[in-house]
């Protein structure tokens, strides 16, 4: 099947536009400005080369992240309002002389600005058309900007050109009128690695540039742009990525690679990238190769939790659950048991704070709708019901602070095991308000009648009242505690 002359045509397109693709990638992170039309050749041989001589095997292994760039705004996911904003000026005819395109890292920044690229240069199929938010993709210059080697699109990597030459460089080109496109565009990425000099030099040109050049910057890290900067530029912050927006977009690309994915699978993963494509995209990457390692080629839940080094849901709810009862051993035995499995402390102290973060919002009414089962969400809105809100946060507090010490710890197992007996013998102690709530009632029922005299207070001073109702109280409920009972210095 694979064989087919038809299946060897379509991989030899791909092949052909994985390289290309790299080739675009390589002028940016390569070396100098107009090193770009160089590079591609000596790599697109090679791919024209390779699927001839031996039609799959030899076909260089494409990461899913450079597959799947985004070539239209539409395949862009997640960056709704942006597009939107992009389409309208490009429609009224506003359009900045310079964007910024800010984000975490894998959101889409370099794409938009090649799309951008695209956007304003497309000529249309029949070369009479003016700029559009759905470039055609076919003419000339949209297939020289996807290939990366447009002479009008110049992409500069600020991490590796952090210079005040590198900028004097653009400054002179920019008087010059573009070559074949519309406009001369330079995209420059990591904008913020660029020196105070070089901003410095840069600032005049980007205040009064010709009509004919636009801007492009991208950076991770907008902080460290200068305001002067800043305020020259349109801005578009790109968002995170929705983990159901994610799990779909990772759904979508398995079905096209042919790939059989568990839902639940694809869910975890795009938990694990924490709402970027590319860091979503690497795992699945990953995920594939681990499923295709151990024969089935399936991406199983059970497979990507181990490689994720994640607990098993269940495993972490009992964990939960003894936590709050106040069994230490079985808790001690559960951490053990999840480390054995290649658990990582650090990750079992995030996923229950995952679940005690899911409780609380669960109990101000947002249904646990990111649970995974129903058993799940069921258990999660019970222990909302049970636990005060008070309660709740306290755990969070000690579960935050177990983390920090995991992090920090030479040992995060022992650490993870002190951080949770802790959580656990804090966890039902009552909380500030129900304190208050009965010392108030042990004050009106005269229970502090005997201890005013022995402070040698006036007699109406609460506070010494107070102290030692809370010794009362508190000393109470630790009695109450096998364990802390087994340890009476304590
Ligand atoms: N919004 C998105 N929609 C679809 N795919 C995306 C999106 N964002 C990123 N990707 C995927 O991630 C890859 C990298 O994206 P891109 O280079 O645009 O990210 P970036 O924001 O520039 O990241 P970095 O901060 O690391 O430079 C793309 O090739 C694509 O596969
Ligand atoms: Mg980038
Ligand atoms: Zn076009």
Not at 256 to 267: H, I, P, T, Y
């Amino acid at each position: 099947m694979a064989d087919s002359p038809h299946i060897d045509g379509e991989e030899e397109t791909q092949a052909t536009a994985a390289e290309l693709e790299a080739a675009g990638q390589s002028a940016l992170f390569g070396g100098p400005v107009d090193s770009g039309p160089e590079k591609p050749a000596p790599l697109a041989a090679a791919a024209a080369a390779s699927p001839a001589a031996k039609p799959v095997a030899a076909q260089p292994y494409r990461v899913l992240a450079r597959k799947y760039r985004p070539q239209t705004f539409a395949e862009l996911i997640g960056q709704d309002a942006m597009v939107k904003t992009l389409a309208n000026a490009i429609a009224r005819d506003r359009l900045a002389h310079a964007f910024l395109m800010t984000g975490v890292r894998g959101v889409g920044k370099t794409s938009t600005a090649r799309l951008i690229a695209k956007a304003l240069n497309c000529v249309g199929p029949d070369g009479q058309g003016g700029p559009t938010i759905d470039p055609c993709g076919q003419c000339e210059p949209c297939v020289a900007i996807a290939e990366g080697r447009h002479i009008d699109v110049i992409e500069m990597d600020a991490a590796s050109h952090t210079g005040v030459d590198d900028v004097r460089e653009i400054i002179e080109a920019v008087r010059y009128a573009a070559v074949s496109a519309r406009y001369k565009i330079y995209i420059i990425d990591e904008v913020h690695m660029l020196s105070r000099n070089a901003f410095n030099a840069l600032l005049k040109t980007l205040e009064e540039p010709p009509a004919h050049v636009k801007f492009l910057f991208a950076t991770t890290e907008v902080d460290k742009l200068p305001v002067t900067v800043l305020s020259r530029c349109q801005r578009f912050d790109l968002r995170r990525i929705s983990t159901p927006l994610l799990q779909q977009h990772f759904a979508g690309i398995c079905v096209k690679e042919g790939v059989e994915a568990e839902s639940d699978a694809l869910a975890m993963v795009a938990a694990a990238a924490e709402g970027s494509v590319r860091d979503g995209l690497s795992i699945l990457d990953q995920a594939i190769a681990h499923a295709d390692l151990e024969g089935g080629g399936k991406v199983t839940g059970e497979r990507v939790r181990d490689m994720l080094g994640l607990a098993d849901r269940s495993a972490l709810r009992t964990l939960f659950a003894a936590l709050l009862n106040g069994d230490p051993q079985g808790l001690l035995a559960l951490v053990d048991n999840q480390y054995s499995l290649g658990v990582e402390p650090l990750a079992l102290m995030r996923s229950l704070m995952d679940i005690c973060h899911r409780i609380t919002v669960a109990q101000v009414g947002r249904s646990g709708g990111e649970a995974a089962t129903a058993e799940e969400r069921a258990l999660i809105e019970e222990w909302a019901e049970k636990l005060s809100p008070g309660q709740l946060h306290r755990l969070w507090q000690l579960l935050l602070k177990g983390h920090e010490e995991v992090r920090q710890a030479p040992d995060p197992l022992v650490a993870a095991q002190m951080a949770l007996l802790r959580v656990m013998h804090a966890a039902d102690m009552p909380d500030p308000g129900t304190l208050a709530k009965k010392l108030e009632e042990m004050a009106a029922s005269g229970a502090f009648a005997g201890a005013t005299p022995a402070t040698g207070g006036a007699g109406g001073d609460a506070a010494p009242q107070a102290r030692v109702g809370l010794r009362r109280l508190t000393g109470l409920r630790l009695s109450n505690r096998s364990s802390i009972r087994a340890f009476p210095a304590i």
